[in-house]
């Protein structure tokens, strides 16, 4: 989700103005399995934005007849209905319906963008690998805890299987906790999971993504970019944007400014910006090529 694939969303439609029509959902999934995919026409949409109060609302907007929008919209359909309710899918021939493409400002496709509480979050443009869906929608759900968004949605269609793998103890513990706000419980759940099994690379990153929830939770957005605007140096004031822009998908920005950072530090503040950097790359997961990228760029600062 880099800047030059985000799409204004300027002009777009009126969120709160929902209708009750419910969405159509596909036919192509299995009548036994449960599906969170569905198809959108105009009134659908409606419905559909207002289901993002309650859980991320993810738009596909496509064409079956591009061949590189059916990919993508087959990955998509897996993994949301993977996520067991946690994210709804719905997509968009924007041939067929383009004033829903058109209020989101699409200049090309496929455009996937989320809706969070009716309000747009563009994720991206063009064909993307699962690896890299995987991590933009790790992103999304850190965003929608963030958002007070623990819940689940009902199958637009099928039935939802039962019996989903368990969670070691520590790590539910954990989970429960986030998705109760209480971000110091969870940590300290990641920690002791970490106590007792020290390569314990899931509790170590969810120590991480944790501390990088609560750092950010009461931030302003506007606020903390004009701080850090207009203090370049403050390092604490870069931080906390560069946490920002990990939440909000700005995987990238965040990186090239602590790395820009760090050229401009030295000893222990400098120090103090690499460890950040670290666990932000473990956030984001080390096999991303954004940190790759960014990992050659921070040793060329530092060495």
């Known amino acids: 989700m880099t800047d030059q694939n985000i799409p204004s969303t300027r002009g777009a439609v009126d969120l709160s103005a929902l209708a009750h029509q419910g969405p159509e959902a596909t036919q192509s999934a299995p009548a036994a399995a449960a599906s ?52 709804i899918l719905g997509l968009v021939d924007a041939e067929t319906y383009p004033q829903i493409a058109q209020a989101f400002q699409a200049q090309q496709i496929p455009m996937v963008v989320a809706l969070i509480k009716g309000q747009p979050v563009p994720l991206f443009q063009g064909p993307a690998a699962e690896e890299q869906i995987v991590q933009v929608f790790a992103q999304l759900e850190q965003l929608a805890v963030q958002q007070g968004m623990s819940g689940t949605a009902p199958a637009f269609s099928g039935e939802a299987q039962q019996g989903e793998p368990e969670l070691p103890p520590l790590h539910q513990k954990a989970v429960d906790a986030i998705d109760a706000g209480d971000y110091a419980a969870a940590e300290a759940a ?16 969810g120590v991480y993504q944790v501390r ?4 950010t939770h009461n931030l302003d957005l506007a606020q903390s970019r004009d701080k850090a605007a207009q203090n370049p140096d403050d390092i604490a004031a870069q931080l906390d944007v560069a946490d920002l822009d990990v939440v909000g998908g700005h995987v990238e920005d965040a990186f090239g400014r602590l790395v820009s950072l760090i ?8 120090e103090r910006v690499r460890r950040r950097l670290i666990e932000l790359y473990a956030v984001i997961g080390n096999n991303d090529p954004r940190v790759a990228a960014s990992r050659q760029k921070l040793a060329r600062v530092l060495f």
């Not at 990641?190 to 990153?205: F, S, T, W």
């Not at 050229?263 to 400098?270: C, I, M, N, Q």
């Open 190 to 205: 990641y920690l002791e999971a970490l106590n007792e099994k020290p390569n314990d690379k899931d509790a170590q990153i």
């Open 212 to 215: 990088l929830l609560s750092r």
């Open 36 to 87: 969170w995919t569905t198809n959108l026409d105009q009134g659908a949409f409606e419905q559909f934005v207002g289901m993002s109060q309650q859980v991320p609302a993810i738009v596909s907007l496509g064409s079956p007849r591009v061949q590189v929008s059916v990919d993508l919209d087959a990955t998509l359909r897996k993994l949301v209905d993977a996520k067991g309710g946690k994210f």
């Open 263 to 270: 050229s401009r530090l030295a000893d222990e503040d400098r």
